[in-house]
């Protein structure tokens, strides 16, 4: 599903990032447009904060953790992850990642359909991507895409009891962990 705007004016990628330099919110960027970030809920904040705090203690040599305040750029798009890694040292940038290892996004009702689709088929660009992962809001569940030597997408659903892997930080994280102390 595309995202819907009220937006007519193409702005340029110069443009968006001198406003997002100044603005009190998180915005997106696509095909010229830009989108406001909505506030997360409750659940949301908690599962992202969890999967931070497991994910930076499992940091080792140039792998680097960034929450949703760090941009990932893809060409001429912007996007804010909800939990991304990068695992190279020529990827520590200030303003923006552009080579991510993994990005995880915590799935909501307004952002489900844009995550599963657009972001997808950007993220799907990144040649340093080999993990993506959709976290649910509403239950312990995550859908998960490996990327395999052959360069496909192994898709693979967990429930209660699964364990999400995270190769570049050789990590392996029981779904229980990310969840705990969320209420749905």
Not at 104 to 109: A, C, G, R, T
Not at 123 to 152: G, W
Not at 175 to 184: K, T
């Given at each position: 599903?595309?995202?819907?705007?009220?937006?007519?004016?193409?702005?340029?990628?110069?443009?968006?990032?001198?406003?997002?330099?100044?603005?009190?919110?998180?915005?997106?960027?696509?095909?010229?447009?830009?989108?406001?970030?909505a506030?997360?809920?409750?659940?949301?904040?908690?599962?992202?904060?969890?999967?931070?705090?497991?994910?930076?203690?499992?940091?080792?040599?140039?792998?680097?953790?960034?929450?949703?305040?760090?941009?990932?750029?893809?060409?001429?798009?912007?996007?804010?992850?909800?939990?991304?890694?990068?695992?190279?040292?020529?990827?520590?940038?200030?303003?923006?990642?552009?080579r991510?290892?993994?990005?995880?996004?915590?799935?909501?009702?307004?952002?489900?359909?844009?995550?599963?689709?657009?972001?997808?088929?950007n993220?799907?660009?990144?040649?340093?991507?080999?993990?993506?992962?959709?976290?649910?809001?509403?239950?312990?569940?995550?859908?998960?895409?490996?990327?395999?030597?052959?360069?496909?997408?192994?898709?693979k659903?967990?429930?209660?009891?699964?364990?999400?892997?995270?190769?570049?930080?050789?990590?392996?994280?029981a779904?229980?962990?990310?969840?705990?102390?969320?209420?749905?």
């Open positions: 599903m595309p995202r819907v705007t009220e937006q007519t004016n193409i702005v340029t990628v110069s443009e968006y990032l001198e406003f997002e330099e100044t603005a009190t919110d998180k915005h997106e960027f696509v095909n010229g447009q830009v989108f406001a970030m506030g997360a809920s409750n659940a949301h904040n908690r599962i992202t904060l969890r999967l931070a705090a497991l994910l930076l203690d499992a940091e080792t040599g140039h792998c680097r953790t960034f929450s949703s305040d760090m941009r990932l750029q893809i060409g001429e798009i912007f996007y804010y992850p909800d939990v991304m890694v990068t695992c190279l040292e020529i990827d520590l940038g200030k303003n923006a990642q552009t991510p290892c993994a990005i995880i996004e915590v799935l909501s009702s307004s952002t489900a359909d844009i995550e599963r689709s657009e972001k997808w088929q993220y799907q660009k990144l040649e340093s991507l080999k993990t993506y992962v959709l976290l649910d809001q509403t239950q312990i569940r995550a859908e998960v895409y490996q990327r395999l030597d052959d360069e496909t997408w192994q898709y659903p967990l429930e209660s009891g699964g364990k999400l892997d995270i190769p570049c930080l050789n990590l392996s994280i779904l229980e962990d990310i969840y705990r102390g969320v209420e749905f």
